[in-house]
């Protein structure tokens, strides 16, 4: 078999090798992630992003070589032996073959190319790519997510949805990011809020339809309390998430089914809203300022008005890192902590709200710390129980790697969580009765517009009413609960 001379030149040969080489490789990497059952990031992002540019470089080379041979040889500047002219002839089996030959080889190419673009952009998708590939950048959110409802909903359902152009602006701005990872100049923690999410219709109401869904749900909690003679205290209320385009009313009635709400917040972390306008279904609007704002008497600038929408509530959808209370609360009130232990939420709190400079030796002084406390202060507990403290503080030290990260500097207290008005202000941020339309309408505090308690009190010897009993505060604290925001005597942490 002979190729047309020109293609016999050092720079073909070169090309050649390259591309032999680089295609065996791919082979190799390609069969081993179709076999390997877990593959890593590293091992794709070879196989699919930086191996194949490799192949065409090959190719292009042998490719160019033989053009610059025959252009030479044109020129006559070149001496090959044997004819120039590039003839083909039908009846001739040697040509025939070379060429089928030749088609064979770029159908396969091509193919192979048309699978790697498809597995190269299927890769960049992956929550692979996105939450592990740069691991301590993402740990937070990536840990987090994988404990959240939508573990199972890929990272780009949420940040990048479908749609070319948004697909292209998230790869540019990933571009970015990965010279701050390799320039080690990333924010730690990862700034929030994402000022150009793209807009939630475009993501969450692909899958969440609050048209569709109404009536209220059940929510009970319990809480263990640190002083005091009660050791906890129950909670359960109904929250009105109401919803539907037919009965509108509830929480999401205000999300663009009854009215269209737009704000604007003096701080970037939009936690200081200062003016609401809120528009009905006939187009009316009431515009509501809070008492020192600085638009009651002109509007604010266009660009500053955000309309409001799911993530003004849900920003935590599926990275939450809880608050130590609720940590301790959740792992005491399911049972994956012994609630007999005396004193323990007290000093586990205390533990998950300290300072650590790395997560490693954060876990390792918790759980010293929890087996420290009951050898010391509860010493007859401690000789009785000791497995049982042991396993405690083992729980407590793996539920903080799943919710701090000191390396990024990232925890509860660091990202809000705009869902209720507990430790941040949340809905409060609007609903404080101090944001006020000019007819003196205020947007409601009403402890019953959003949720009815429906049972409190102490475990076995707690009132119960359908119809709602007033709220009680756990602890007596007379009247501070109506008239200051939970926020300001409730951190999360050990305040
Ligand atoms: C259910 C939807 C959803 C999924 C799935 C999701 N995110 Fe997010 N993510 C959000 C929302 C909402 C925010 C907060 C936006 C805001 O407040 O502006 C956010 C914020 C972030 C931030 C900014 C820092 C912060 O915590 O606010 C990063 C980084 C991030 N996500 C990465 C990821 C990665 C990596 C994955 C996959 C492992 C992922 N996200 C999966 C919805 C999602
Ligand atoms: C690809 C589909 C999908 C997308 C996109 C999506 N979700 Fe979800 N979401 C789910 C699934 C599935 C669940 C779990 C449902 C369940 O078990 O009740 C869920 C659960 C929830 C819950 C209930 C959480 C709980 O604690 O029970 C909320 C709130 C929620 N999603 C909000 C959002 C928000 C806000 C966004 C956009 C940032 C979003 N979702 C995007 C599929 C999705
Ligand atoms: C005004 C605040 C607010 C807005 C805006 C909002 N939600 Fe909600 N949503 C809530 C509250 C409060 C709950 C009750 C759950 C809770 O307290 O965690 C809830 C519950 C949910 C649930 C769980 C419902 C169930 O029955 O299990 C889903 C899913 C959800 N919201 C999706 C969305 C989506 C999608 C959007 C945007 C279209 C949205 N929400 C906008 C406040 C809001
Ligand atoms: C940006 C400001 C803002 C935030 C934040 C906000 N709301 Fe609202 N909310 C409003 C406005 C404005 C109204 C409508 C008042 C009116 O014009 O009737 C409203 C009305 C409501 C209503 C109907 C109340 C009634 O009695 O008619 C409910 C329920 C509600 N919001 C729940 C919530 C919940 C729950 C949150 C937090 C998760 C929240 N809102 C956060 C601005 C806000
Ligand atoms: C604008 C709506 C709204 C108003 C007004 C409101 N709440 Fe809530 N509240 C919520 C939402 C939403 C949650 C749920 C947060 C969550 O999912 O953890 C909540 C949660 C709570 C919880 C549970 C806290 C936790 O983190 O476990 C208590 C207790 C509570 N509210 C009491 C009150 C009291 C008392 C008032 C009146 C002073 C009040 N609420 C007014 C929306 C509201
Ligand atoms: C003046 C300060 C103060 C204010 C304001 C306040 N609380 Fe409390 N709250 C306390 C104290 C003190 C405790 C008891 C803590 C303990 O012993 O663990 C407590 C405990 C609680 C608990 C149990 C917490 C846990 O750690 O499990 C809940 C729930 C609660 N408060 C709800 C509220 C709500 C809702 C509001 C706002 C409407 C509010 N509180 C306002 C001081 C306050």
């Known amino acids: 078999m002979k190729l047309p001379n020109f293609i016999y030149n050092r720079i073909s040969f070169v090309g050649a090798a390259i591309a032999f080489f680089f295609i065996v490789a791919e082979i190799c990497l390609f069969t081993l992630d179709l076999v390997v059952a877990k593959s890593s990031a590293y091992l794709e992002i070879f196989t699919y992003i930086l191996l194949p540019p490799f192949i065409f470089v090959g190719l292009f080379l042998m490719f160019f070589g033989a053009w610059r041979a025959r252009k030479r040889f044109r020129d006559n500047k070149f001496d090959v032996v044997g004819s120039s002219k590039f003839s083909f002839d039908f009846s001739q089996m040697g ?74 602006k998230s790869k540019l701005s990933g571009l970015r990011q990965v010279f701050k990872t390799i320039g080690n100049s990333y924010d730690r923690p990862v700034a929030t809020p994402i000022h150009n999410l793209r807009p939630a219709t475009e993501t969450c109401k692909q899958c969440h339809w609050p048209g569709k869904f109404f009536g ?189 990260f000191p390396e990024m500097k990232t925890r509860w207290d660091t990202h809000d969580d705009h869902i209720g008005h507990f430790l941040s202000h949340g809905c409060f941020r609007c609903h404080d009765d101090q944001h006020k339309a000019p007819t003196g309408k205020a947007i409601t505090r009403d402890c019953n517009s959003c949720h009815t308690v429906v049972e409190q009190g102490v475990p076995g010897k707690t009132k119960k009413n359908l119809d709602g009993v007033p709220f009680e505060h756990p602890v007596d604290i007379g009247d501070a609960w109506k008239e200051m925001s939970c926020s300001d005597c409730h951190t999360g942490g050990n305040d």
Request: hydrophobic share 40%; proline share 4%; glycine share 6%.
């Open 95 to 168: 040509q025939v073959r070379i060429a089928a030959a030749t088609i064979a080889v770029f159908t396969v190419f091509l193919i192979l190319t048309i699978i790697g673009t498809y597995k190269s952009f299927h890769y960049t998708e992956s929550v692979e790519f996105c939450g592990t590939l740069c691991h301590s950048v993402m740990k937070p959110e990536h840990t987090a997510y994988l404990n959240s409802p939508h573990a199972k909903v890929t990272c780009v359902e949420c940040h990048i949805g479908s749609g070319v152009d948004w697909y292209v």
């Open 216 to 404: 209220s749900f059940d929510f009970k909690r319990e809480y263990f309390l640190k002083s005091g003679e009660n050791k906890s205290w129950i909670i359960r209320m109904m929250m009105k998430v109401g919803g539907s385009d037919k009965f509108n009313n509830g929480v999401h009635a205000h999300m663009n089914i009854d009215q269209d709400v737009y704000y604007v917040a003096d701080d970037k972390r939009r936690n200081v809203i200062s003016w609401v306008k809120s528009v009905d279904r006939k187009g009316q609007a009431t515009i509501y300022t809070s008492p020192d704002s600085k638009y009651k008497e002109k509007a604010p600038p266009a660009e500053l008005i955000r309309h409001m929408d799911c993530i003004d509530c849900h920003n935590r959808p599926s990275h939450n890192y809880l608050p130590p209370y609720k940590i301790v609360n959740n792992a005491l009130q399911y049972g994956a902590i012994d609630r007999e232990l005396p004193g323990f939420k007290a000093k586990a709190v205390e533990l998950l709200s300290a300072k650590y400079e790395k997560a490693p030796a954060a876990q390792a002084a918790i759980q010293a710390g929890v087996v420290e406390y009951y050898r010391k202060d509860h010493a007859a507990y401690f000789a009785a129980n000791q497995k049982k403290v042991e396993a405690a503080g083992a729980k407590l030290a793996a539920l903080y790697g799943e919710n701090m």
